[in-house]
């Protein structure tokens, strides 16, 4: 009888154990993802779809925007956990004394390859003989002595500038016009309007490739590296992020994008959609790449997390 008793005693206690809910993977502090943004539609197209497949994992992604020395410091002081757009090669003077002193950690494969990250003008200004940086200072005049960048303490502005300061391609007499993304695309789109000439700082993937005809300079190889700047996306994380919220590292070192998905998504961000928004509609035409990110990744409370995100998709 006692035996009988242990038995029924066992039954019930495993059974209670196979109706419990599936605990957590990780602290409660991990279900707050937070991520930097710097600003450009690059960055906002990959942490928008980041951040639509953590929320669908049950998570809660928030974004802080933050110029790069800004968003590394973040990183550092364990105030962001992720940042999507270390472009390498021409962010690494930035980021060399975090990487120096380990206080952040850049994933080992990138998260984006096949990047370009140079000057660029208008095809109808190549086309006229402006084709190279040694081409710049012949055109002062029509180009009013001005290169383009965009936010101050950008990576490619302290570039611009230095070349200017250097006397580079003899463009001591130019100036740089700090401003943003968008205030540089303003410009771009006003100079092509009026034919206008000028020098901006370009990169691609960006929606600026398809919506207006630029061409990237060439001879630039030892200010923005060879191949009109060739880069490759890293994505960095706090330093002991992987240990905290190994769950969310995982995502994260699956997270890979491609010159064409970002072409998309930033065409629908600049046509005023919202990056999390525009990347669930993206999501939802192309859900096999969702294999591939939620490989060996749970739902922030331990389930399954392909068939969550399809679920929170409507797919």
């Known amino acids: 009888m006692r035996s009988f008793s242990l038995l029924v005693a066992g039954v019930g206690m495993a059974c209670s154990l196979l109706a419990a809910p599936v605990q957590a993977q990780e602290p409660k502090s991990c279900q707050n993802v937070r991520f930097a943004d710097v600003g450009w539609t690059d960055i906002a ?10 929320e669908g994992l049950g998570y809660r992604p928030t974004k802080t925007i933050a110029s790069v020395p800004i ?21 690494d003077p930035i980021i060399a004394p975090f990487v120096k002193d380990n206080s952040v950690k850049v994933l080992s494969t990138p998260n984006l ?7 660029a003008v208008p095809t109808y200004v190549y086309d006229a003989g402006l084709k190279t940086f040694a081409d710049i200072a012949k055109y002062s005049k029509e180009l009013d002595g001005k290169i383009y960048g965009i936010e101050p303490g950008n990576d490619g502005n302290a570039l611009i500038q230095g070349m200017i300061s250097k006397n580079q391609f003899n463009l001591k007499n130019f100036k740089m ?20 000439w000028i020098v901006i700082l370009g990169w691609e993937p960006h929606p600026m490739n398809v919506q ?10 030892d200010v923005f590296g060879p191949n009109y700047g060739e880069a ?6 706090a ?12 995502l994260a070192t699956n997270l890979k994008f491609s010159t064409d998905l970002e072409n998309q998504l930033m065409g629908r961000i600049m046509d005023k959609s919202d990056p999390k928004t525009a990347a669930k509609e993206w ?22 997390g392909l068939p969550a995100v399809k679920a929170s998709l409507g797919l």
């Open 232 to 237: 490759k996306v890293y994505t960095v994380a």
């Open 283 to 304: 999501l939802k035409k192309n859900p096999e790449i969702l294999d591939k990110l939620l490989a060996g990744v749970k739902t922030f409370d331990g389930k399954d």
């Open 239 to 250: 330093t002991d992020y992987a240990t905290r919220c190994p769950n969310a590292d995982k």
């Open 177 to 196: 016009v700090e401003s943003s993304e968008a205030g540089m695309l303003i410009e771009l789109g006003r100079a092509v309007k009026q034919k206008r």
């Open 212 to 221: 207006q005809k630029i061409s990237y300079l060439s001879g630039g190889d």
């Open 113 to 119: 390859v096949g990047a370009k990250y140079t000057l």
């Open 45 to 54: 197209a990959t942490t928008g779809l980041a951040s639509a497949v953590f």
């Open 71 to 91: 968003a590394f410091a973040g990183v550092k002081n364990k105030q962001i956990d992720l940042f999507l757009g270390y472009w390498a090669p021409t962010m």
